[in-house]
T-cell receptor, first 111, second 112 residues
């Protein structure tokens, strides 16, 4: 039973660029949430997708956007990257409001 | 106001001893869920245990148990018979609606 997978594992970008991160949920899950974890902090909720729509959004600017596909996989897009966007980006999947299971994360470095 | 408070930035525990990681929370919602996750240096958040606000009994999962004291708004994680592989960051989280709100974490180090 495959768990949550994320790609890529690591990514290096420069300020102003755009990035797309990908997530495949655990088998049987239909809901995907994205979190940003800065160094030394707990994860911060970005948004959650269910039935291909954004269900709820955290306190993040519009530069952060997402998408969910019919097969429940999801993308996180960040435009106009800032140095402060450097973080570990975690994807979590769940069956509706059930317990969230996390992927290994994508470590983004913005130079 | 912080919704999840973990007051222990770091803890050192002898192997095979039990350890309690503290977590207090703040919410006015009568329906909520409390979670503990383990994060090794690799970065992946590993789900450990869940307690619902209406659950009458404390949750247990193998060596992990959650000491849920609703009136005190605390949800401490107890790890029995600690092992070297338990060394990691531990996060307490609360679900309100769809999102999880995390504490700042406790770094647990098990000493051989």
């Amino acid at each position: 039973d495959a768990g949550v997978t994320q790609s890529p594992t690591h990514l290096i970008k420069t300020r102003g660029q755009q990035v797309t991160l990908r997530c495949s949920p655990k088998s049987g899950h239909d809901t995907v949430s994205w979190y940003q974890q800065a160094l030394g902090q707990g994860p911060q909720f970005i948004f959650q997708y269910y039935e291909e729509e954004e269900r709820q959004r955290g306190n993040f600017p519009d530069r952060f956007s997402g998408h969910q596909f019919p097969n429940y996989s999801s993308e996180l897009n960040v435009n106009a990257l800032l140095l402060g966007d450097s973080a570990l980006y975690l994807c979590a999947s769940s069956l509706r409001l059930g317990s969230q299971f996390f992927g290994p994360g994508t470590r983004l470095t913005v130079l | 106001a912080q919704k999840i408070t973990q007051t222990q930035p770091g803890m050192f525990v002898q192997e095979k001893e039990a350890v309690t990681l503290d977590c207090t929370y703040d919410t006015s919602d009568p329906s909520y869920g409390l979670f503990w996750y383990k994060q090794p240096s690799s970065g992946e958040m590993i789900f450990l245990i869940y307690q619902g606000s209406y659950d009458q009994q404390n949750a247990t999962e193998g060596r992990y148990s959650l000491n849920f004291q609703k009136a005190r708004k605390s949800a401490n994680l107890v790890i029995s018979a600690s092992q070297l592989g338990d060394s990691a960051m531990y996060f307490c989280a609360m679900r309100e609606g769809v999102k999880l709100t995390f504490g700042t974490g406790t770094r647990l180090t098990i000493i051989p």
